[in-house]
Each structure stands twice: as structure tokens, then as C-alpha cells.
């Protein structure tokens, strides 16, 4: 049986534009796309906050994903909202509104229910929220966490406590650089591994991801897509996939660790193909199953 | 038996700043690069122009390698020379210097004893004297090329002339984007494709490399390097490590090119290590095979 895994962070509403089109008012924040990656595999514990303006539609679809929603707040008040703007580059996006709304008072507070989730994944917020957060947990197995350049630059010190703690900090590569202040990726994945996490996997978006451990590093291309709809929340949807894999196997370290690391790799390469949650809306398990095949046939030269 | 390979391109001295330190009139050009790195693995025919002041060191260098100097031509005059500059990101380099010397009136001539490689490569020069030299080859099994923004701008219909009877071209991502019109890498080398070429290897730096064919695509992660010393030939010995290997199993499809890849990827990490050819000067086979052991060690996950 499954494990379950707890994570905290975002519920959003976004409105995105892109180069070749928009959405306004989709599901989003690293919460929400965190859960429903990670659904496709093991059950989730959720826990944010969001208004009173929340559409019962995006609670019934999370519900539908066997997502837990004991732990989402709702608080009077609106949701937190982003609306982004991304450039012809696709790396590369402006924030062009945000309105935290009840998600600037949020304060996790962990239902009974979710204190023997065995695993955890703080997204990305305030560093001391994350250590609130496992602090109200009971004897959990595997700590995730995520941050952003704001927490590294603002909160450095609540971010170093709580790293001491952590088992898998998922970056992305400007993240590491900031975090570590080395350029050579290498470089900075030792300096990271010395602040406490006891693995760090960094995302690297079209060009897939690397994890580094004590003795190992792994690495694996990100899957080749022909169209990219939108990439909010793809790294979100790698931690998913990645946290889901680990609670599903219960094969936390090697062989299964990078399985789950290339689940992460396949949901992400989904996630990006619509816009917001669209596409996860409608994936099966099969299809997920089918993109991991693809993925041995791409990177295989092993055999 | 090995088969062996026929390379044209430039054969220059090169002076190199880069943020950590410089070398003076080392061994470059894409000749020399292609020839070093495949000479691990197979016989290379060398075809290239040089002054009258290129150092007999490196000539006996590269004679110890075993690369035939015998289409090394030796014109009175100075050889080719570039002087650059690495920024603080070593993506990114100027030019500070150029002097084309004997290589501006370089005019390819194979000796006959060349006539009968069964590989060939058309490092980056001019498209057409790319074709004249395979016009002077007998009956080849496999054509490599590779080409720069320069002949993608100005030489577009000599290169396209070419391009129907590439095997494999070897580009890096920002050519292809040029090459094709599209910055999706996946649409790019579609349309490339097109063209004529059977494969397209487009390397990535440090990001690794994509191999896209008619029916299959293949994704290799660069080797993580802690030191990049010089990143001047990387691409070059890239090719030089995937032909070399080609020509040394044989096998230029499926199975045999992924391996050949990996190889290049291998040669390319090492080149990358030292100042110019350094590096190869004094890595051996055994190396080369260790690192393709580490290669197989970092990207599985399918055992």
C-alpha cells in the first residue's frame, strides 16, 4: 500500500498568458499542481488556504484525484491570484499582477488526520512556514521542499534551519546558483548538500534535471516536446510526480529514487502540454505508464 | 578492423582567455579537434592547410596519435589564427582576433590514398568546398558535416546542395533555430530533416545532446564537470569521438550510433578539462572507457 504524502504551499488562481494564447482564472499555485501530480500515484494530504470566491468545480476536481481537502482553509476573502506574462522564449516570464489575498495571512495548521503522512513536501513559501509545518507532523519518513529566490534572498537564515531537516530540496538551476553563489553546477550542488538536505535535485526546465547526492549524481533529459503550451507549474508537477513515485514504491534512495525522478520528468513533460491543469485533468495512468516507456527508449544506450 | 575516417576543416593555433586563466597559440581548428578525439578510436586522414610556421611539436603530436598528415598541405605563409575570450559564462565568448592566413585560400585536395575511407567528415567550412571534397572521395559509406551561422546566412544554397547527401550533420541548438526558422528544437529538426540529412545530432553544451531520425529520437545529459577550463573544440571533439567510434564498430545505425554518442559526449567532457588540446594529450583509452562506464552510471534507470 501506498504511502500518503503531505504537502503544503499555494492554491492560486491564474491567469497566464503566452505567446500563442491565454487562460484566465485556472487552478494553479505549487500546491495544487504539486497534488494533482503526485495523485497518479499515491494518496495526497493538502493543506493551504483559499477564499471564499474558491469554484466548487476545482474542489470537486481535486476531490475526484483522491486528493484530501481537510487541510485546505477557507477563508472570507478572495483566492490568491497571479497573472503572468510569458516571452517567445518560454524561460523566460513576467508577473504582471499578483494579489495574495487571504494566502498573505496564511498560517498551516495540519489537521489531525494528515500527522502520520509518511511523506512531506513543503512548496514554496516562507521558509519558518515550513518548518511550522513539519513541526506539526508526527514521525514522517521523507522531507521535500521546494523555495524561490525571494525566500533565499529575505529569509536566509529560516531557510538554512530548515534545510538541516530536509531529505530532497528540489531547485531550479538559478535557484542553486543564488542558494550555493557558485555558477558551476556542480560546484554548487556540494556547497547546497553541505547546508543540510541529505539530496538535491535541480530542474533545468527543457533541458531536464540533475539530482546529487553524498556519492551519487544522476541525470536525465527532460522529455522532447513539439509543443509547449505552458510551462506554470511544471516544476511543481516534477516534485509531484517525484514525491508520488517515492510514496507509491516505499524505495526511498537509488534505483527507486530514480524511477520516481524520471515519473517526475514524465508528469512535467504533460503538465506543460495545456495550460494551468488542463491536461492532467484528462491523463490517465496508462498514458503516464506508455511516457515513461518512451523515456527508457529515449535515453537507453545501456543495453 | 577499423574503418577509417577522412575529416577537412580548419587546422589553426588558437590564444584563449577565458575568466580563470589563457593559453597562447595552442593546436586548434576543427580539424584538429575532430582528428584528436577520433584517433581513440579509429585511423583519421587528415585534410587541412597550414603555414609554413606551424610548430613541428604539434605535427609530431598528432602523428603519434596516428592521424595520416599526408592531405596536410603546407603553404608558405602563417597559419590560421583566432584569439578569443570566454565571459564569466563560458556559453558565451568574442572574438578579439582572426587572421585566416593560408586557410583564406584554402582549396581541399585529397590525396589518394584517402580516396578509399569509408567515413567522412565535413568539418565547418565553406558548404561548397564541403562538396568538392566529397566529390573526391570514392565510395564512402557515412557523411558527417558540420557548419556555423556564417554559411547558414551566406552560403544557404551551397549548404542545402550539401545537406541531401549528409548522413548525420552535427549542429549545435542555436544553428538549428537559425538553420530551420523555429525554436522549438523538436519542429527545428522536423524540418531539417527535411533537408536531407538522415540524422541530426544537435549538441547542447552543457546540457548534453539530441539525436533526431526519421523514426527515433536519443537524449544524452552532459557528463557534470566540476572544472571547465576551455570549452574552445567541445562540439568538434564531440563528432570526432561519435565518428571515431562509428568507424571503430561499424554499426552506424541504432544501438551503435547511440554508443558512438555517448562517446563523443565522453571525449568532449575531457576536452573540456584543459586549455586546447591539452587534455588529450595525455588521456588514454583506459579513461575513455571509464568515463563511459560513469556515463552509463549517472543516466540509468532502466535495470
Known amino acids: 500500500m501506498s504511502h500518503s504524502v503531505c504537502v503544503v504551499g499555494s492554491v492560486a488562481l491564474d491567469s497566464i498568458k503566452t505567446p500563442t494564447g491565454s487562460a484566465d482564472d485556472v487552478l494553479g499555485g505549487s500546491c495544487s499542481y504539486f497534488s494533482v501530480a503526485a495523485s497518479f500515484f499515491a494518496p495526497i494530504n493538502m493543506v493551504g488556504v483559499v477564499g471564499s470566491d474558491f469554484p466548487e468545480e476545482e474542489r470537486a476536481f481535486m476531490e475526484s484525484r483522491g486528493i484530501n481537502l481537510e487541510g485546505l482553509e477557507v477563508v472570507d476573502g478572495a483566492t490568491f491570484r497571479w497573472t503572468g506574462r510569458y516571452h517567445e522564449n518560454m524561460n523566460n516570464r513576467d508577473t504582471l499582477d499578483l494579489q495574495l489575498n487571504v494566502f498573505g495571512e496564511f498560517d498551516p495548521k495540519l489537521p489531525p488526520s494528515y500527522r502520520d503522512s509518511a511523506l512531506v513536501f513543503l512548496a514554496n513559501i516562507q521558509p519558518g512556514l515550513q518548518t511550522s509545518v513539519l513541526s ?3 514521525s514522517y519518513k521523507l522531507v521535500g521542499a521546494d523555495t524561490m529566490d525571494h525566500w533565499i534572498e529575505e529569509s536566509r537564515d529560516d531557510l538554512l534551519e530548515l534545510l538541516a531537516d530536509v531529505d530532497i530540496l528540489s531547485i531550479n538551476d538559478s535557484e542553486a546558483e543564488q542558494l550555493s553563489g557558485e555558477r558551476n553546477v556542480v560546484v554548487a550542488a556540494r556547497k547546497i548538500l553541505e547546508m543540510g538536505p541529505k539530496s538535491l535535485l535541480i530542474k533545468r526546465g527543457e533541458y531536464g534535471a540533475l539530482l546529487f547526492s553524498a556519492n551519487d549524481v544522476f541525470a536525465v533529459p527532460a522529455y522532447p516536446l513539439e509543443t509547449v503550451v505552458d510551462p506554470t507549474g511544471a516544476g511543481d508537477c516534477f516534485a509531484g510526480g517525484l514525491f508520488g513515485s517515492l510514496a ?22 504533460f503538465a506543460v502540454e495545456d495550460f494551468g491543469l488542463g491536461r492532467l485533468k484528462t491523463l490517465s495512468r496508462e498514458e503516464v505508464e506508455e511516457r515513461y516507456k518512451a523515456f527508457m527508449s529515449l535515453t537507453d544506450f545501456h543495453s
Open 248 to 269: 507509491e514504491s516505499g524505495e526511498f534512495t537509488g534505483k527507486g529514487l530514480r524511477r520516481a525522478i524520471v515519473y517526475g520528468s514524465v508528469v512535467a513533460s
Open 136 to 138: 506539526q507532523l508526527g
